[in-house]
């Protein structure tokens, strides 16, 4: 699985940005879907993942209620829709793609990942 993520770039605080991460490759959708961030000087950590076919998704805390992930397999792509964005969302936002389904928050059993997309929100 080849996945391309975008979307990223600079908001203010209280707006929204929408990332897409679109994959190649036929394990697409058998794979659990995640995103997750990555803060300068931080681990990567958590943001959201979604089961295979019907993508039901999972959130960390600290974004419920104000991300909301999908994923469309028609079009091999998933997407996070991130509202009312504070000043500590600010990091690189990486999807990621576990093709053994191990419904997992812990980035190290994600198999593939993208190049990451940058979000700077500035208050």
């Known amino acids: 699985v080849q996945l391309q993520a975008s979307g990223g770039g600079l908001a203010q605080a209280g707006g929204y940005l929408r990332l897409s991460c679109v994959a190649s490759g036929r394990a697409f959708s058998r794979s659990t879907m995640g995103w997750f961030r990555q803060a300068p000087g931080k681990d990567r950590e958590f943001v959201a993942r979604?089961?295979?076919?019907?993508?039901?998704?999972d959130y960390a805390d600290s974004v419920k209620g104000r991300f909301t992930a999908s994923r469309d397999n028609a079009r091999n792509a998933i997407y996070l829709q991130m509202n009312n964005l504070k000043p500590d969302d600010t990091a690189v936002y990486y999807c990621g793609a576990d093709p053994q389904r191990r419904w997992s928050r812990l980035p190290t059993e994600y198999d593939y990942w993208g190049q990451g997309t940058p979000v700077t929100v500035s208050s």
């Open positions: 979604l089961t295979t076919l019907s993508g039901v998704p």
